[in-house]
């Protein structure tokens, strides 16, 4: 009995809340009503500020996402050079994407090469915030066959390429034909090469050559004529 009591006189509170707080929502509505001001205001205030948030809404646009890069490239120009211990490659290291397109460094970012033979002319580089690629030099080393230059930049994938060093060409001076280095003489006209203190250049490759070579042993190509000035004695 008592619990019967209880919820009734709860129930009954609740509906005394609901009732007081109707009987102050009419209040506050009926004096807006009979102010002007106050309708006058919420006429024009209302609708505006709901243009104002439609307005808003259609010309918000999210903050956009700054792809990073997943993987960096390498690539070498030319990819076959002399085994000379001078020739050089240009190397170019690129930043790409998951699609594996080319994609600007979001920061500086370190890279560094490791090479099989030859000798980079720098093992570390940095692409710079903002830069797609960065390059170094590959000098040839004196042994030849395949190289594989590798590429590593902290957690991206890594992708590598293969230069070949091949023989240097070497040609017979006095009929152009080509010689192995180790010849000592040309296996066409059986004649050694030329000797001697007085030089030229080669107009081709600017080489120094004996200036009695009729073709350029570094790089074959044919040598105009000489004359030597001879003057009678009187």
């Not at 006189?9 to 007081?20: D, G, I, P, V």
């Not at 395949?146 to 060093?165: H, I, R």
Request: hydrophobic share 40%; glycine share 8%.
């Amino acid at each position: 009995m008592l619990k019967e009591e209880g919820m009734f006189s709860s129930l009954f509170k609740n509906k005394l809340l609901l009732l007081t707080i109707a009987i102050l929502a009419a209040t506050i509505g009926l004096s807006i009503l009979n102010n002007p001001l106050l309708i006058l205001i919420m006429g024009i205030g209302i609708p505006a500020a709901c243009i104002a948030g439609i307005m808003f809404f259609l010309s918000w646009t999210p903050p956009k996402v700054m792809p990073k890069p997943s993987q960096v490239a390498i690539k070498a120009e030319p990819v076959e050079i002399p085994a000379d211990g001078k020739s050089t490659s240009t190397i170019t290291v690129e930043l790409l994407d998951k699609e594996g397109k080319p994609i600007q460094a979001p920061d500086d970012t370190e890279v560094t090469l490791t090479s099989t033979k030859g000798r980079l002319e720098k093992a570390s580089i940095k692409i710079p915030k903002g830069k797609e690629t960065e390059r170094t030099v590959l000098v040839s080393s004196r042994e030849t066959g395949p190289v594989t230059l590798s590429v590593d930049a902290g957690g991206l994938k890594s992708l590598s390429v293969t230069l070949n060093f091949i023989e240097k060409p070497r040609f017979c001076m006095h009929c152009g034909a080509r010689m192995f280095l180790t010849s000592m003489s040309c296996p066409k006209c059986a004649k050694t090469p030329p000797s001697g203190v007085d030089t030229k250049l080669c107009k081709n490759c600017n080489a120094v050559i004996p200036i009695v070579a009729k073709f350029c042993g570094e790089c074959g190509a044919g040598q105009p004529g000489y004359t030597v000035e001879v003057r009678r004695l009187e």
